[in-house]
């Protein structure tokens, strides 16, 4: 099996190409310089002569709040993007697996996780992109995966927990919404489940996340729990916490697409954390 990973250099994707690797799948990784994902032309050249079997699309634009301010360009390299991508993938009879984001949601279910089944209403223009690459991805290829996910977590790159370590570092307390909820999900847990799901023909729709949920004021206190250090969270509303870009209240998404589809759940985020605080520590 060969699998192309675009945005091989982020987060996920150096973490995606480390697990296939260590599975002995050949992978290729594409970044900027392999080529540019808003020149069609180059995508289906590149991708034709990889001749993946699959592609696992982790390439994107994700500064939510800066997205508010260059629409444009968010648009362009999610929605158009994924589109050259799509189509690269089409001539090239390969499958595709979009990774995609809990903000399609507005965060206005009450009492329960999203479904897969659950209608889409993003809030933002970052949720908006995402969500049109979902539906470019359903409809051009039929062999697809759509992996919806939520605050990743990894080595390489940013994230909230490196935020949390920097300023908890030389704070003695923090304030952090407590009023926005779902699943922290480390890069390395979500690495292993698309390695696997790639190599079943279980197309479709998926909401993968480690398990259990928390707002970013629990999610801040464990960090510093098990870091060990007596820095104190200050629960504060989102209102409190202005930003460009609104994010969704509950971003809870279910399991059930995994449980159906007989895949292994994710370890909790708090085991995911512990792993992810093991291993930069380790570096």
């Not at 289906?44 to 500064?63: G, M, N, R, S, W």
């Not at 820095?231 to 870009?245: C, L, N």
Request: aromatic residues 10%; charged residues 20%; glycine residues 8%.
């Amino acid at each position: 099996m060969r699998v192309l990973v675009t945005g091989g250099a982020g987060q996920l994707g150096h973490d995606v190409l480390k697990q296939l690797h260590r599975m002995q799948i050949e992978a290729i990784g594409a970044d900027k310089d392999e080529f540019d994902l808003l020149d069609t032309f180059a995508a289906q050249e590149f991708i034709l002569a990889c001749k993946p079997d699959t592609v696992i699309h982790c390439a994107a634009y994700t500064q939510v709040d800066q997205a508010e301010d260059e629409p444009d360009i968010c648009r362009n390299i999610n929605i158009a993007g994924t589109e050259h991508v799509a189509q690269a993938c089409l001539k090239a009879g390969s499958s595709l697996c979009y990774l995609s984001t809990d903000y399609v949601f507005d965060g206005t279910l009450s009492g329960r996780a999203y479904e897969v089944s659950d209608r889409p209403n993003p809030l933002s223009v970052y949720g908006q992109s995402k969500y049109e690459g979902e539906k470019i991805t359903a409809g051009l290829i039929a062999n697809h995966y759509i992996v919806r996910t939520s605050w990743l977590f990894g080595s390489h790159g940013h994230n909230f927990v490196k935020t949390m370590l920097k300023m908890g570092e030389f704070s003695p307390s923090l304030r952090v919404v407590a009023d926005q909820t779902g699943s922290p999900t480390y890069t390395a847990d979500l690495a292993r489940f698309l390695a696997d799901l790639i190599q079943t023909e279980n197309f479709g729709c998926y909401h993968v996340t480690n398990s259990g949920f928390c707002s970013w004021a629990d999610f801040a206190a464990e960090i510093f729990v098990q870091m060990g250090w007596p820095v104190a969270v200050e629960r504060i509303p989102s209102v409190d916490y202005p930003t460009k870009a609104t994010r969704p209240k509950n971003s809870r998404l279910s399991p059930q697409s995994i449980i159906q589809a007989g895949l292994p759940l994710l370890p909790d985020w708090k085991d995911g954390l512990s792993r992810f605080l093991k291993e930069i520590n380790a570096v």
